[in-house]
């Protein structure tokens, strides 16, 4: 979902003005965010090794999921870019849920290939 962020500068200044004035910031951003997926990719093979990068992940989520929800409170950002801050949110609450779970020695609610459809 990332990855196609690279290329969408110029859509997102015509979509949502104005223009991006410090590209860096933007190719950053997203350069930044793709090395995270990939690190929540090496932290699903086992949460139990890499339990303690999973506040840093926690971290990662909440501080975007906070700053959605006070830039929509001044009015500088539209609800459509807020609402997407709640499935980084529910992210956020699993890896909060793993921490404390891989803490205590819990059995995983995940049973089975975690990619599988399940309802």
Same mark, same amino acid.
């Given at each position: 979902?990332?990855?196609? @962020?690279?290329?969408?500068?110029?859509?997102?200044?015509?979509?949502?003005?104005?223009?991006?004035?410090?590209?860096?910031?933007?190719?950053?951003?997203?350069?930044?965010?793709?090395?995270?997926?990939?690190?929540?990719?090496?932290?699903?093979?086992?949460?139990?090794? +890499?339990?303690?990068?999973?506040?840093?992940?926690?971290?990662?989520?909440?501080?975007?999921?906070?700053?959605?929800?006070?830039?929509?409170?001044?009015?500088?950002?539209?609800?459509?870019?807020?609402?997407?801050?709640?499935?980084?949110?529910?992210?956020?609450?699993?890896?909060?849920?793993?921490? +404390?779970?891989?803490?205590? @020695?819990?059995?995983?609610?995940?049973?089975?290939?975690? +990619?599988?459809?399940?309802?």
């Amino acid at each position: 979902m990332l990855v196609p @962020g690279f290329f969408g500068e110029k859509m997102l200044a015509e979509m949502m003005p104005p223009a991006i004035t410090h590209p860096e910031f933007f190719y950053g951003f997203f350069g930044v965010a793709v090395a995270w997926q990939v690190a929540f990719l090496i932290i699903s093979r086992d949460p139990q090794r +890499f339990r303690p990068i999973i506040p840093a992940a926690i971290l990662e989520k909440l501080t975007y999921c906070v700053a959605c929800g006070v830039l929509l409170k001044m009015g500088r950002i539209p609800l459509v870019v807020a609402l997407g801050r709640r499935r980084r949110f529910r992210i956020e609450r699993t890896f909060y849920h793993f921490l +404390f779970q891989a803490h205590t @020695g819990a059995d995983s609610p995940i049973t089975g290939d975690p +990619f599988a459809y399940s309802h």
